[in-house]
């Protein structure tokens, strides 16, 4: 139960006068470091040694793929 003494006209006006001056201030203060957009921009350890992307990996043929399941008797 809330006590009587406390306004919460007081705390519903500092909740939105915060949100207001978080807004309004968001620009200011540390930032965070932008994230590279182009590609160009990437660094030499996201390389490979063919000079692609580590991650850029061709999907492999569905008639090479072969799948084995082994089931244990209880």
Same mark, same amino acid.
């Given at each position: 139960?809330?006590?009587?003494?406390?306004? &919460?006209? #007081?705390? @519903?006006? #500092? *909740?939105?006068? #915060?949100?207001?001056? *978080? !807004? =309004? !201030?968001?620009?200011?203060?540390?930032?965070?470091?932008? $994230?590279?957009?182009? $590609?160009?921009?990437?660094? +030499?350890?996201?390389?490979?040694? +063919? #000079?692609?992307? =580590? &991650?850029?990996?061709?999907?492999? +043929?569905?008639?090479? @793929?072969?799948?084995? =399941?082994? !089931?244990?008797?209880?």
């Amino acid at each position: 139960m809330i006590p009587q003494h406390i306004s &919460w006209e #007081g705390h @519903l006006s #500092g *909740a939105l006068v #915060g949100l207001v001056l *978080a !807004f =309004y !201030f968001r620009k200011q203060g540390p930032q965070r470091e932008q $994230e590279p957009d182009d $590609e160009d921009e990437m660094e +030499n350890d996201d390389l490979d040694d +063919n #000079g692609k992307p =580590y &991650w850029d990996v061709p999907e492999p +043929n569905r008639k090479d @793929l072969t799948v084995v =399941y082994r !089931f244990k008797r209880k």
